[in-house]
């Protein structure tokens, strides 16, 4: 039946195993647009200020390992909405590798193209877009692609601990209803998403590589 009428509604938590799955997309791509908006700026930050790198990384390296199953009742406690505390929770989860990638690609542009950017006399804005934005993407990609991964596993912890509609809650309403064909059919789709979320981001940066030749 969640197979078969993959997008039905029949009531909250009885509905198609795609239509599941759409609601969790849905909330991993606002927290994940949080996490990149977020992330992406404060990277640079790291990458060109050594002060402010001085200054906050011993904060990331002490908020990054937090797990998400603490990240969540905060969460709950500030918004008072499941939903806001989930995209919450996997902004803040899985903003770090874009932070720390971001972070590293500016630190690898060599010094030469500073130099010259220098002796153009090039602005901060032209500068970031023209130099420091196309030589540290590689890297930036490399986080994105992690945030992604880490986002789509944080919404199912989210989604499990909170009962909405999803993918993680139906995996929690089958398990706690001991229908162990439907939580191996979770499994399967959570899989099967993740490998499909990574495929495009490697897509979408090679046609950008590509662009960019």
Not at 30 to 55: C, D, E, N, W
Not at 68 to 80: D, E
């Amino acid at each position: 039946m969640y197979i078969a009428k993959p997008f039905e509604k029949r009531g909250e938590l009885d509905q198609g195993i795609l239509r599941f799955t759409w609601y969790s997309l849905v909330l991993v791509a606002k927290g994940y647009a949080l996490a990149i908006v977020l992330g992406t700026p404060l990277g640079f930050l790291l990458g060109m200020s050594k002060t402010f790198t001085r200054g906050f990384d011993p904060i990331i390296q002490i908020l990054r390992p937090v797990s998400p199953l603490a990240w969540l009742p905060l969460g709950l406690v500030l918004f008072q909405r499941s939903e806001p505390a989930a995209i919450f929770t996997i902004a803040i989860c899985s903003m770090w590798p874009t932070v720390l990638n971001t972070a590293v690609g500016v630190r690898a542009i060599p010094q030469d193209y500073l130099n010259v950017a220098k002796v153009l006399r090039l602005s901060k804005w032209t500068m970031l877009w023209k130099i420091l934005l196309p030589a540290a993407l590689p890297y930036m990609f490399t986080g994105f692609r992690l945030s992604l991964g880490i986002a789509w596993l944080v919404i199912v912890a989210a989604e499990m601990l909170t009962g909405v509609p999803g993918v993680g809650g139906f995996l929690w309403q089958e398990y706690n209803s001991l229908i162990y064909e439907h939580i191996i059919l979770c499994i399967l789709t959570i899989g099967l998403v993740g490998f499909a979320l990574d495929r495009l981001m490697s897509a979408i940066e090679q046609r950008l590589k590509w662009s960019a030749t």
